[in-house]
């Protein structure tokens, strides 16, 4: 079935360094993949979008080429700040079922001074 | 920014009592989605609305979980008879139709815990 899978649970990195998320997926269908991110006790935000293979997205200085080829998605950014503090989740969603979201486990990301 | 507005933003049951939220969609969205976020912070699809029509439901939801979007007024998630493992963050999304509109908007939601 259609699934997402990130495989780091926790991130802590320091103030001004690179990161990258990891994002892959499985389904037999066109996808349409995108980004959440989750501040504490917020609702989740639609950071970044595609289905367009091999096209790079950016918004608000975080990045992601969707890659047919090896069906990822993964979210990078070249300097975190504190404000990027936030849970972040890889989600799949498929016309032939309604555009129902699955959500992968999500990533808690950490910035420090 | 979101509008999707939804209400309790939280609500305490105790078990077996009925408990009910509200969403109000974002305008101009006809499609309704009600997602539960668990305390590990996984999501899991409950029930899904284009207009005022279920479009697909989990099997959970077909047991104690009721849910409606009626014409003209707020959609809304009702469990029957709540229970512990009920406790949760309930996400309301709003979208349009069509390829284009393949992105939701979630609503704050609302904290269930069920005592």
């Known amino acids: 079935g259609d699934s997402v899978t990130q495989t780091e649970g926790l991130v802590t990195l320091t103030k001004g360094l690179p990161v990258m998320l990891n994002c892959t997926y499985q389904t037999t269908y066109s996808p349409f993949l995108f980004w959440y991110v989750q501040h504490l006790n917020e609702a989740p935000k639609l950071l970044l979008k595609?289905?367009?293979?091999?096209k790079r997205t950016e918004h608000q200085g975080f990045y992601a080429t969707l890659h047919k080829s090896s069906s990822s998605f993964h979210l990078q950014k070249s300097s975190v700040q504190l404000s990027d503090s936030a849970l972040y989740f890889c989600?799949?969603?498929?016309?032939?079922?309604?555009?129902?979201?699955?959500f992968g486990s999500g990533t808690k990301l950490t910035v420090e001074p | 920014n979101s509008k999707v507005i939804q209400t309790p933003r939280y609500l305490v049951k105790g078990q077996g009592q009925k408990a009910k939220m509200r969403c109000i969609p974002e305008k101009g969205h006809p499609v309704v989605f009600w997602y539960q976020q668990n305390k590990n912070n996984e999501f899991k699809f409950l029930i899904n609305f284009q207009n005022q029509e279920v479009l697909q439901q989990i099997d959970m939801t077909e047991k104690r979980f009721s849910a409606e979007c009626p014409s003209n007024s707020p959609c809304s998630l009702e469990i029957q008879s709540s229970e512990a493992g009920d406790s949760a963050l309930y996400l309301c999304?709003?979208?349009?139709?069509?390829?284009?509109?393949?992105?939701?908007?979630f609503g704050p939601g609302t904290r269930l815990t069920v005592l």
């Open positions: 989600a799949l969603s498929v016309m032939s079922n309604y555009n129902v979201l699955y």
């Open positions: 999304a709003s979208t349009g139709t069509g390829r284009t509109y393949a992105e939701q908007f």
């Open positions: 595609s289905s367009t293979d091999n």
